[in-house]
């Protein structure tokens, strides 16, 4: 895996067919607010792409659950293998 820094020291992936562009993201699932950081270190532990994005009035009202609960987004290359490692997660507890 090529990894280009972008600003403040972080990285993304390279894409092939053009290089410096920015990867496609998909909503992989959504969580409560507590269970979102957990599942997304998950994820990156297991090398792969994801990103939290919280719900903004959630954020100010303290509504975390439900429709406005975190959304987790993945790479759109790593979507697959991220469904497969929610699900074996899932599955053990």
């Known amino acids: 895996m090529r990894l280009t820094e972008v600003s403040r020291g972080r990285f993304r992936r390279a894409n092939r067919a053009y290089p410096g562009a920015v990867p496609r993201y998909r909503l992989l699932t959504t969580r409560p607010a507590a269970q979102a950081p957990v599942v997304v270190g998950a994820l990156l532990a297991e090398g792969l792409d994801a990103r939290l994005q919280p ?15 975190t959304r987790i987004f993945v790479a759109e290359d790593d979507f697959a293998a991220a469904r497969a490692l929610i699900r074996q997660i899932e599955e053990q507890s």
Do not use: M, Q
């Not at 719900?55 to 609960?69: E, I, M, Q, R």
């Open 55 to 69: 719900d903004s009035l959630g954020v100010v009202y303290g509504l975390t659950t439900g429709p406005f609960a």
